[in-house]
DNA sequence: GTCGGGGATGGGAACGTTACCAACTCCGAC
DNA sequence: GTCGGAGTTGGTAACGTTCCCATCCCCGAC
């Protein structure tokens, strides 16, 4: 009923307990004979070693565990992501623990307070909007941490993003370059840095065209498809509708194409590329970033802090890539 | 630079281990002020109590952590569940371990065995196609077990499942009521259950409408797009191409939607819906299963068994839904 | 024959925590 | 004045493992 122990495998194969830690953790110092008693005995009783009890007493305890902390698992880039890092982490031997935050900061709390109460080797951190402070003392503690697609204000980590800013201003250029002026904004929450990254070069080219921001077209706030999807509605039922859009996330892109009509004629350009958004009755040309290479950049960067890198914290800056989709184009 | 213990928290404080213990736990017989010198303390140090030692003395031990096995979490399905999953555990305090096994009956093994070793309290698992009697030691040491999507075979656990044969059925009942009759099935590996079950399904209808399987309409062991996307290929070079198409799970709709043609006249029904299906350019019917449900569902039966439910194992079926969608359709 | 060395094995302590029990304080009741 | 009980606190052992060191054995070398 209980689990057998060390001890147990050691009275059942006539030795010590030490012995069996020997055996069983592959360490030399074990004649041939004992070892394979040993396995006998453990194949026997079904002995699995207790790694828990394993790291509390080890020189150097490591878990062999990470946390990954994202907005939302069931989003396709954080899925995507997710399973990037879960592969890297399969390689060297270590396992994954994952949370999602909705980006709420006491979510995130709660989830990196857990985490570090079980000893993780290092954090994969999606930030919130909240300050981070409370990680200052696990990171002393030996925590590493690396923050994925948003930089947390005011903490010294690595951290993996990509070129939101030159991203969404070669979006909206291109809506320009195809005679639009008034190009409207469909944003997360302002305080999310991508979403200020993006809105940012949205400005740009406006600016670089001589356009003012119409603060008519812009929307912020926008969490879910639905709010996508009347902010939208709205947007058309201005006196001068919008002619063309900017979304700045995949969840805000799928509300808004939801929500057009077949016949709609709106040039939209979204940030984040998703399966078949390049077979939609309503094209759809997007900002591609790679959140499989974001996760596995992440998760080399935190694997090589635990392992004992302790120069300066990195910024690597991923590229994106404009995909330009149309009636007249071939898709890609 | 080492993390702080309870002893150190004690000598701050000037009380003994012991009473740090109770404070920190939350434990009764603790008075106020005793209490609050502790936690002052507990701030001062940084102190986080290390669940591992904890779960290692503790009466009845738990960790408060379940593992979740699935077959890829870059999936949308798995990710959609993966997080239902993770709100349940979350509402209840518990994490989750997650692992992808790419249906790999090894990496399964690794993965579990990872877990195990880490005293999880239970396995949400979706088995892969391999056998599960190295799972037997593990329970019958404590670790509760549900699978998910498919049964495991010879395990007598708790199962949630959808109505995949029935699922199927309709799908196929429904192109038969369209006027087709060389309807081709493209599925995934024949090994895996839900593939069996909607291959059932398929039959069924034909049967029932009097029409044998013809061999060369049926394609299995599709694992990617780019196999779903190949395989429609050759079906359309055959002499006698199919007017209509049955893809059996997301990944397969997804690479043979991908692949049509905008003038393409071929009906689909797809199983697994997923965002923006209803606006491809070339219409797309679903049986649509709710793995928001699946996981919910399935986490409450794991935990309601690690809060000592040991009455038999149950079976839970959950119903699927055709999403009819077309050019004279309003989609769903 | 003694000695030395290397390989195999075991004993005891410790990791950070909690279970169990004992002890101490304080107070009212007999 | 003694007793008893409730409330608070601390000491000791133990969870399952590994680290450190000692021991034992065998064998070859002097």
Redesign the pocket.
């Known amino acids: 009923m209980?689990?057998?122990?060390?001890?147990?495998?050691?009275r059942a194969a006539?030795?010590?307990?030490?012995?069996?830690?020997?055996?069983?953790?592959g360490?030399?110092?074990?004649?041939?004979?004992?070892?394979a008693r040993v396995e006998q005995a453990v194949r026997q009783l079904g002995?699995?070693?207790?790694?828990?009890?394993?790291?509390?007493?080890?020189?150097?305890?490591t878990t062999s565990t990470i946390g990954l902390v994202v907005d939302d698992l069931a989003n396709p880039f954080y899925a995507l992501m997710a399973r990037s890092v879960e592969d890297e982490a399969h390689r060297r031997g270590c396992l994954v623990l994952v949370g999602s935050t909705n980006d709420e900061p006491r979510r995130e709390r709660e989830v990196i307070a857990a985490f570090t109460a079980r000893q993780v080797d290092g954090l994969l951190l999606v930030p919130t909007i909240g300050g981070h402070g409370f990680l200052r003392q696990p990171m002393e503690g030996g925590t590493r941490v690396v923050c994925v697609d948003r930089p947390a204000k005011g903490l010294a980590v690595d951290t993996v993003t990509v070129d939101n800013r030159a991203g969404a201003e070669r979006a909206v250029r291109h809506l320009l370059g195809q005679g639009h002026t008034r190009i409207a904004y469909l944003g997360d929450r302002f305080g999310i840095w991508t979403q200020r990254e993006r809105h940012a070069g949205y400005l740009d080219a406006l600016g670089a065209h001589g356009l003012p921001e119409d603060p008519a077209l812009v929307r912020h706030e926008l969490r879910s498809r639905s709010d996508a999807a009347a902010a939208l509605a709205a947007l058309r039922g201005l006196e001068r509708p919008p002619t063309a859009l900017f979304t700045t996330n995949d969840v805000i892109t799928m509300g808004v194409m939801g929500a057009l009509g077949d016949g709609d004629r709106v040039d939209v350009v979204g940030f984040d590329d998703f399966p078949l958004a390049d077979r939609l009755s309503t094209p759809l040309s997007v900002v591609s970033q790679d959140p499989v290479a974001l996760g596995a950049t992440a998760a080399q960067l935190l694997f090589s802090r635990i392992d004992g890198d302790r120069s300066a914290p990195r910024s690597v800056v991923l590229l994106t890539r404009l995909i330009v989709r149309g009636p007249g184009r071939a898709g890609s």
Do not use: H
């Not at 209980?2 to 050691?10: E, G, Q, S």
């Open positions: 209980k689990r057998p122990t060390m001890k147990d495998v050691a006539g030795v010590s307990p030490m012995t069996v830690s020997r055996a069983v953790s360490e030399p110092g074990v004649s041939p004979g004992t070892a002995y699995q070693r207790n790694d828990n009890a394993r790291n509390l007493r080890r020189k150097n305890p």
